[in-house]
């Protein structure tokens, strides 16, 4: 079954930490897999995306992720938030002709002062 | 370029009502996918149109619709509204026919349902 976990609902962190955000993925097919981040009462942003070739990705807002294939991982990290990044996050996996993402349960990402 | 915007934003219905949700992709895309996301259930696909034709569609009753006009416009109807269809509808476009460049996504329709 394609399914994507985001193993932490809420995830705290104080104001210049890093930040490391999990997901991990099945999928049959060769995945497609993406980072978006949704700031309350807004739609969705693609933070970043992974198709294929370098397994480490560089996003906006100075995010990257990490594609493992052995672990079936994809986690995002930062390394130093900022208190605008206080947001939920949703991780993403599709592919082949599949038109639709299958989507994590998000973590929402709370910025300590 | 704009980006996808959705029309209305906030919309309060009562049980038994009918309603339509617009979507207008970004000029160019082609591709317009419909999203239903709750605190319960998340995000959850409902279907996807690329050239007027709905090609994929989610596990949602029949009473969940769409189209797709010719200028990439799309509008969703929900008919014989329930209580759980409270929720915020998401509309994403794509420049090709499949999610591998990235949906973008409008700021989405909140649909209260009382």
């Known amino acids: 079954a394609q399914s994507v976990t985001q193993p932490d609902i809420h995830i705290t962190v104080s104001e210049g930490a890093s930040l490391e955000l999990r997901c991990n993925y099945s999928?049959?097919?060769?995945?497609?897999l993406f980072w978006y981040v949704q700031s309350p009462g807004q739609g969705l942003q693609l933070l970043l995306k992974?198709?294929?070739?370098d397994t480490l990705v560089q996003g906006i807002k100075g995010f990257e992720a990490e594609f493992k294939r052995s672990q079936s991982s994809f986690n995002l990290r930062k390394p130093s938030v900022h208190w605008s990044d206080a947001a939920e996050y949703f991780c993403?996996?599709?592919?082949?002709?599949?038109?639709?993402?299958?989507w994590g349960a998000g973590t929402k990402l709370i910025i300590k002062p | 370029k704009a980006g996808v915007t959705q029309t209305p934003r906030y919309l309060i219905k009562t049980r038994g009502q009918q309603v339509t949700l617009s979507c207008s992709p970004i000029?160019?895309?082609?591709?317009v996918s419909w999203y239903q996301q709750t605190p319960g259930q998340g995000l959850q696909f409902l279907f996807e149109?690329?050239?007027?034709?709905?090609?994929n569609k989610g596990n949602f009753p029949g009473r969940f619709s769409g189209r797709q006009f010719s200028n990439s416009r799309s509008e969703m109807n929900v008919s014989t509204l329930e209580l759980g269809d409270s929720a915020l509808y998401l509309c994403?476009?794509?420049?090709?026919?499949?999610?591998?460049?990235?949906?973008?996504f409008g700021p989405g329709t909140r649909l209260t349902v009382l």
């Open positions: 149109y690329f050239s007027e034709t709905q090609r």
């Open positions: 000029s160019g895309h082609r591709s």
């Open positions: 993403a996996v599709g592919g082949g002709s599949n038109y639709q993402l299958i």
């Open positions: 999928y049959g097919a060769t995945p497609y």
């Open positions: 992974y198709f294929s070739g």
């Open positions: 994403a476009s794509s420049l090709a026919s499949s999610v591998i460049p990235g949906q973008f």
